[in-house]
């Protein structure tokens, strides 16, 4: 199996949010606490049917294009009480074990959350990117099939649950193009990886 590494652009996304992370124990010197870091981690369903489980010829369940878990790490810009903004880099991966092996699909996520707080409330609109989106056959009569770079959005709603821990319910509206030649799944060049999320994160 082939591995494929992420591409340059998002090598630079993962790096500037490196950077910026790497910066914090100074911006946290500032009186007005507007960085924090963060980490969390979303369960995610939804999207096409790409991948299926199979467990003696039964069909048991499927790998969804905007399906699995996601985890990650980033940081958060709060300029004011009433508004924040989320920047965040991380690993998604759905899986599923067959006959003939596991099938999975994984992704690596870069999202930008800017949101307006009301309380304990956060109503968010974002820029959700995936790169490196791969679905791993299992097997060499199931070859992986590559997607081209992708970008959404996000409509998200989140609550403080505890002190610097938020819970949150968001969709996402995102498609995936095949990248390799002459592959189709099922009849088209085009899956449908939009999704429901139930997100929870730490601020620290």
């Known amino acids: ?49 790409v991948g299926e489980l199979v467990v003696d010829g039964v069909d048991k369940g499927d790998v969804e294009a905007g399906g699995g878990m996601h985890f990650y790490l980033g940081m958060l810009y709060k300029p004011s009480s009433a508004f924040e903004t989320r920047l965040t880099a991380g690993y998604q991966l759905d899986r599923s074990p067959t006959d003939t092996g596991t099938v999975y699909m994984d992704r690596y996520p870069v999202e930008l959350v800017p949101a307006y707080c009301y309380r304990d409330h956060r109503f968010g609109l974002g820029l959700i990117y995936h790169t490196n989106i791969v679905l791993h056959g299992g097997d060499f009569d199931n070859p992986d099939i590559n997607f081209k770079d992708s970008l959404g959005y996000s409509v998200e709603y989140g609550y403080k649950v505890a002190p610097f821990i938020y819970l949150g319910f968001r969709y996402v509206n995102m498609f995936y193009d095949i990248e390799n030649e002459n592959v189709f799944l099922d009849g088209g060049r085009r899956v449908n990886a939009s999704h429901f999320g139930i997100n929870l994160y730490v601020q620290y």
Not at 8 to 32: F, G, Q, R, Y
């Open 1 to 49: 199996m082939t591995i494929k590494y992420p591409p340059p652009t998002a090598l630079w996304l993962l790096l500037a949010c490196a950077v910026w992370m790497i910066s914090l124990p100074v911006l946290a010197e500032d009186k007005a606490k507007k960085f924090s870091i963060l980490a969390g981690f979303e369960s995610k369903s939804g999207g096409d049917d």
